[in-house]
């Protein structure tokens, strides 16, 4: 049966968010060494692990990890979008997150110091958001199945303001979507198979008419699998698979994603 629509992913696959967040930490974490003396990398590790420690033990955790944010995205998002109460639960305790975060980072390394940590948070937030990164072959590929008359969804994991707050940074990128499904507006995120399922309906397509294309063993190809439709794990930097899940192809390149088409 032939190939009548393309999913997404968004995150790593379409945006580059690693490199944004990465390069947003090293900014921030210039900045206090620049200030106290320290040393940035050892700065950077202590903030991250810190995060996700503080973030684990909020009562709102098993909802983040259901809908599939992440600690890092807590460190810039608003949570002011969704209409579930744990969204109003998130956005009340965001900003003690981002600035305890910092604060026992700073700890950490010795250095007590809580306007500094509000300064870094603050500052956290701004550089992630100047940092709205697209792969460079991004708008080509969905150019070409645009123009070959796919239709093209994307499935996101996210808090839905905040995954809005991303599209809205790379303003050509959405009109490319028949459709754009956020699972903090649908209440489950990947891997959850009916999510999956949600998005075949939307597009009026069987599970064998569409591919899912996404960086993540663990949620994009996981539940595509489980939803029996083909997945392609888009793995740019050449990661050993140790998960047991296995996509129906891997790839390096979304360009790759011709010839796939092509032969099914």
Same mark, same amino acid.
């Given at each position: ?53 503080? /973030?684990?033990?909020? +009562? @709102? %955790?098993?909802?983040? !990890? ?5 600690? #890092?995205?807590? *460190? ?56 709205? /990164?697209?792969?460079? +072959? @991004? %708008?080509?590929?969905? !150019? ?5 008359? #796919?239709?093209? *969804? ?111």
């Amino acid at each position: 049966m032939t190939i009548q629509a393309v999913m997404f992913d968004l995150d790593d696959t379409l945006l580059w968010d690693e490199r944004s967040v990465e390069e947003s930490f090293d900014a921030v974490c210039e900045q206090a060494a620049s200030e106290k003396g320290i040393d940035p990398a050892k700065l950077k590790e202590a903030v991250r692990a810190e995060a996700r420690a503080l /973030y684990e033990s909020y +009562e @709102t %955790f098993p909802f983040t !990890k259901l809908i599939g944010i992440n600690p #890092f995205e807590g *460190l810039w998002a608003h949570f002011n979008g969704g209409e579930q109460t744990e969204f109003r639960n998130l956005e009340q305790l965001a900003p003690v997150y981002r600035t305890e975060s910092w604060r026992k980072g700073l700890e950490r390394l010795g250095v007590q110091d809580a306007e500094l940590a509000a300064r870094l948070a603050d500052q956290f937030m701004s550089e992630r958001r100047s940092r709205p /990164y697209v792969y460079e +072959e @991004t %708008f080509a590929v969905l !150019k070409e199945l645009k123009d070959r008359q #796919f239709k093209l *969804l994307l499935l996101t994991n996210g808090c839905p303001s905040l995954q809005q707050e991303k599209l809205d940074g790379v303003p050509e990128l959405a009109p490319y979507f028949d459709h754009i499904i956020i699972s903090g507006s649908f209440g489950k995120g990947k891997p959850d198979p009916t999510i999956f399922e949600h998005a075949l309906s939307q597009l009026g397509v069987t599970s064998e008419e569409a591919i899912m294309v996404g960086d993540k063993l663990t949620t994009d190809i996981k539940g595509a699998v489980a939803a029996h439709i083909r997945a392609v794990w888009v793995n740019r930097n050449g990661k050993t698979n140790t998960e047991s899940i296995q996509p129906d192809y891997e790839i390096k390149h979304l360009s790759e994603l011709h010839d796939i088409i092509q032969s099914i």
